[in-house]
């Protein structure tokens, strides 16, 4: 933590450091030392022309005293003479350059002078000792702002920000001043936001879709609007993939082609539901004993129930019988086939009401494709940065290791066929290998999770 001492050491309302610090050629004699201390009672007791009278003599018996010479300058910016105050100021820095403290002393000296360059050149001797000196960053964050450069005390105003936390005694005045520069880095980005949005707006209508996606994103992560996520796996992390929240329709040319069989899906869906026995089961079903976790709510419930066709790469056969058609059209997709692990593909329904808290999945080799059946209004999905409203009949891929979660808002079901297919960014021979790689690891005894998810 930083001690308001170290970066605010004796400032006086005005910014003015007014007590000795650790300098080169600090008083040696007894003489000297009782003289600056007579000298200090005197200042402090509001005696200025007697104090002033001391701590001359205490610069003529013991030379270029950097307490003196400081104690001179803030006494003649006391009495509103920031010319003098500003020689006294250089003469103490002359003796002691590396008092940062003397650094904002002469700068708060050249601001009373409406010299603005001088100002920033002493602000800018304080960072050069220390890049952190909160005081210096706050001065030069108002000097960047009372001057016009918005850009620049916008930076500053951040470094402040970044730092505060570290102040250990927080005080009103200090508040106040990081709320002043919340306010203004907010003003800025917004500002800033303003003018890119309207300078790309033509680039932007001109772009396809396809090319402003990523574009988008990372502008709206410059300017704080979204975040960017990061692939978590609990399983195998396959590196160097690229971490896509929605994946681009061309990377699936068959997509056209399970969307044209939606129909044929929703009938043989609704046959299941209106039987005597749908063989929906619980999607969440943890042990007994497990601890409360963010799944508890719909543990061992149909808030979110399953029928699966094919689960861990194993068919159900029973189950593809009721689906025939279904399970016709799945099979010929270019599904992932891992011994063990995948294909997974079922129905999925989230009754009115239902969330499904943010999550992420096991492993990045496969993507998950959701193809919507049942979507009455308020259902929706949001994938890393990007929520999208689930419409019938129009499926997507997603990377199921980026953190995403789901609602359905509705008064009514919402159902969805869900399955995984192979990340399209990996080559042939690296199928094979992680097809091989995953009946090890469980002929080990390794746990590796297997988990899919909606």
């Known amino acids: 933590m930083l001690p308001v001492s170290r970066p605010d050491a004796g400032l006086s309302s005005q910014g003015i450091a007014d007590i000795a610090w650790p300098v080169a050629d600090a008083p040696h ?76 002393n002469l700068a708060r ?118 975040q960017i996520y990061a692939n978590v796996c609990a399983g195998l992390h396959f590196p160097f993939l690229p971490a896509e929240e929605y994946f681009e329709r061309s990377h699936f040319p068959w997509l056209d082609r399970i969307e044209a069989a939606t129909a044929t899906i929703q009938a043989e869906l609704a046959a299941l539901l209106t039987g005597d026995d749908s063989g929906f089961a619980p999607y969440v079903a943890m042990p007994a004993g497990t601890p409360a976790n963010k799944w508890s709510a719909l543990d061992n419930k149909l808030d979110w129930g399953a029928y699966h066709l094919w689960k861990n790469g194993v068919r159900n056969d029973a189950a593809c019988a009721r689906c025939p058609q279904t399970a016709a059209i799945v099979e010929s997709l270019p599904l992932a086939d891992i011994p063990g692990r995948a294909p997974t593909v079922f129905f999925s329904m989230l009754k009115p009401g239902t969330h ?66 192979w990340n399209p960014y990996l080559r042939e021979g690296e199928k094979t290998l992680i097809r091989e790689f995953f009946p090890l690891a469980d002929s080990s005894g390794y746990d590796l999770r297997t988990a899919a998810g909606d």
């Open 29 to 104: 004699t007894p003489e000297i030392q009782r003289a600056i201390a007579a000298a200090r009672e005197a200042q402090r007791a509001g005696r200025r022309d007697e104090a002033v009278r001391l701590y001359e003599g205490v610069i003529a018996r013991g030379g270029e005293q950097p307490v003196a010479l400081n104690a001179l300058g803030v006494l003649a910016l006391a009495r509103d003479d920031p010319a003098a105050a500003t020689g006294w100021f250089r003469r103490a820095l002359a003796a002691d350059p590396g008092a940062p403290e003397l650094w904002l």
């Open 356 to 421: 499904l808290p943010a999550h992420t999945g096991v492993t990045n080799v496969r993507t998950i494709i959701h193809l919507p059946l049942v979507v009455p209004p308020g259902c929706s999905f949001r994938v890393g940065g990007e929520t999208r409203d689930w419409r019938e009949g129009e499926a997507w891929a997603f990377d199921d290791t980026i953190e995403h979660e789901a609602w359905n808002r509705s008064d009514f079901p919402r159902a969805i066929l869900i399955f995984d297919v």
């Open 109 to 226: 000296s050249l601001r009373a002078r409406g010299d603005d360059a001088g100002e920033r050149e002493a602000l800018e001797g304080a960072l050069a000792i220390d890049q952190r000196h909160f005081m210096a960053l706050v001065r030069l964050a108002e000097l960047f702002e009372r001057t016009g450069e918005t850009a620049h005390a916008a930076e500053r105003w951040s470094g402040v920000l970044a730092m505060a936390p570290l102040v250990e005694q927080r005080t009103p005045e200090l508040d106040a001043m990081l709320d002043h520069a919340r306010d203004y880095v907010m003003h800025q980005q917004a500002g800033f936001a303003a003018a890119l949005d309207t300078g790309l707006e033509a680039a932007r209508s001109r772009a396809e879709p396809a090319d402003r996606r990523r574009f988008d994103a990372s502008v709206d992560h410059l300017l704080g609007r979204r």
